[in-house]
């Protein structure tokens, strides 16, 4: 039985269209989409990602609009947004909504 499940993409061509399938992975907890092409667009997808609890986004095209994606996503634990343009005062609202959250800039 599958109790967790990690997808590394990190360096691929995958852009946002790609992502659409992610949420059919019902055990999905950890996704790295760092230094892809993905923006604010793809973090819809995630939203919906129920278990995703790690999320490393560095070097994407990610911005403060796409982190509103993540406001209600309770399960998430960990976000890397190292290397975009996401400001400090999008981290400070994604943190006032989760305070467990730990961010990496």
């Given amino acids: ?24 992975i019902p055990h999905l907890q950890e996704v790295n989409l760092s230094d892809t092409e993905v923006t604010d667009a793809g973090l819809e997808h995630l939203s919906v990602c129920r278990r995703l609890a790690i999320l490393y986004l560095a070097r994407t095209k990610v911005t403060d609009e796409g982190l509103r994606h993540l406001l209600g996503h309770g399960t998430l634990s960990f976000l890397d947004v190292s290397g975009t343009s996401v400001t400090s005062s999008a981290v400070r609202a994604l943190r006032a909504a989760n305070p467990y959250l730990q961010v990496q800039r």
């Fill in 1 to 24: 039985m599958i109790s967790s499940m990690r997808l590394d993409l990190s360096g691929s061509w995958v852009t946002d269209d790609g992502l659409a399938s992610l949420p059919s």
